[in-house]
């Protein structure tokens, strides 16, 4: 296990990634039904006649898969991750059952905290699908903290 990332050891441009996470149809079928029970989303006929042209992954569900691959890249190393917001969320392209999707991030801003042990990384995250088109974006604020 790689050891902990603090603060200070963090550049702007610094890479991760992770995948690819493989979206199974049931598990989407299950997750919109409960979550998201739109008709493009939870059935196959309705979905065709659809803006999408077929079924399409729950925009909530594409993000679990984007949290779920953060995890794995683990941008600090052993550091638990702790968010404290997103900015510029995007959906860009449906995901489809069958997709392979693959995370990269790329820190884009360091600000250190005045008043405690920390500072806030913003790290841009992309989602591809298996023809490596953007399907998801956003920008995850992340509290990091400093060496003690």
Not at 3 to 18: H, I, M, N, T
Not at 68 to 96: H, K, N
Not at 126 to 142: C, D
Request: hydrophobic share 40%.
């Amino acid at each position: 296990m790689a050891g902990k990332v603090w603060f200070e050891d963090l550049r702007v441009g610094r890479r991760c990634a992770a995948g690819p996470l493989r979206v199974e149809r049931e598990e989407a079928l299950e997750f919109a039904r409960r979550y998201d029970p739109q008709p493009y989303h939870t059935d196959e006929a309705a979905a065709q006649d659809s803006v999408f042209k077929g079924l399409a992954i729950s925009g909530w569900h594409t993000a679990a898969y984007a949290m779920r691959l953060v995890v794995e890249a683990r941008p600090f190393g052993a550091t638990p991750i702790l968010g404290l917001g997103v900015d510029e969320l995007r959906w860009l392209l449906p995901v489809r059952p069958g997709d392979e999707l693959r995370l990269e991030g790329e820190v884009v801003e360091l600000v250190p905290s005045r008043s405690k042990p920390q500072g806030v990384a913003r790290v841009r995250y992309t989602l591809f699908n298996q023809r490596s088109e953007p399907v998801y974006g956003m920008v995850a604020i992340h509290i990091v903290p400093t060496r003690p």
